[in-house]
C-alpha cells in the first residue's frame, strides 16, 4: 500500500539531496500553537522518474529556485494529485521489478472473486435450501415408475383402501356383538325390539 508517509519521505529525500529546505513555523493562537512547515526549493529539482515528478509539481509548479509552499496552503489541494501519485508509483515499483504486476489491481480482481463467491454461494445456499427442503419431502415420489409399475401401485393402493374400510366395518360389527353380548338378556331383547 501507498501511505501519504511515502509521500513526505520523498519530499525529505529531496531536502537531503539538497533541493528543498524544509523550515519549521510556528503560529501562536489565543490557546494553543500550530506548528507548520515551509518547504522552499533550493534549485530546480530533476527526475526521471514519474511520481517523483507527480508529488514536487503540484508543490513547486515552476520548477524554479526560490520557490516557497506552506504545508497548510497543500492541505485543501493536493489531496487531488494523490491517486495520481499513487499510480506512478506502482508503475515505477513494477518497472522496478518489486512486483510483477500492480497489487492494487490484483487486490481488486480477488474482492470481485471474493465477493462473487460469497454472493454466489448465499444465493446458492439460500436457493439450494428450500429446494433440498422440498427435494427431501417428495423423495420418496420423485422416481418416476413405469406403466407397470405405475398399475401395480394403484392396485395395491386399491387393495388397502379396501382392507382398511373392511377392517373399520368389522372392527364396528365386532364392537357391537361386544357390548350385546355383555348386556343382561332383557336389554338385548329390548334393545332387538327398538330396532
Not at 509552499?69 to 506512478?88: G, R
Not at 465477493?115 to 418416476?144: D, E, H, T, W, Y
Amino acid at each position: 500500500t501507498i501511505d501519504p508517509k511515502d509521500i513526505t519521505a520523498t519530499i525529505i529525500d529531496f531536502a537531503i539531496k539538497g533541493f528543498i529546505k524544509i523550515k519549521e513555523i510556528e503560529k501562536k493562537g489565543l490557546f494553543s500553537t500550530k506548528t507548520d512547515y515551509i518547504l522552499e526549493l533550493i534549485k530546480p529539482f530533476k527526475t526521471d522518474k514519474q511520481f517523483e515528478n507527480d508529488i514536487l509539481l503540484p508543490i513547486f509548479p515552476n520548477n524554479k529556485g526560490g520557490e516557497t509552499k506552506k504545508i497548510s496552503e497543500l492541505e485543501n489541494s493536493f489531496y487531488e494529485h494523490v491517486p495520481t501519485i499513487k499510480s506512478a508509483i506502482m508503475k515505477q515499483l513494477i518497472k522496478d521489478d518489486y512486483f510483477p504486476h500492480d497489487p492494487e489491481t490484483n487486490r481488486q480482481i480477488y474482492y470481485v472473486i471474493g465477493a462473487a463467491m460469497a454472493f454466489m454461494g448465499v444465493q446458492l445456499f439460500l436457493g439450494f435450501l428450500p429446494s433440498g427442503i422440498i427435494i427431501l419431502l417428495f423423495a420418496k415420489n420423485i422416481p418416476r415408475k413405469s406403466k407397470k409399475g405405475t398399475e401395480t401401485y394403484y392396485q395395491l393402493k386399491g387393495l388397502y383402501e379396501y382392507i382398511n374400510t373392511a377392517e373399520k366395518d368389522r372392527m364396528k360389527f365386532q364392537e357391537t356383538e361386544r357390548l350385546r353380548s355383555s348386556e343382561p338378556k332383557g336389554e338385548q331383547s329390548e334393545r332387538s325390539e327398538n330396532l
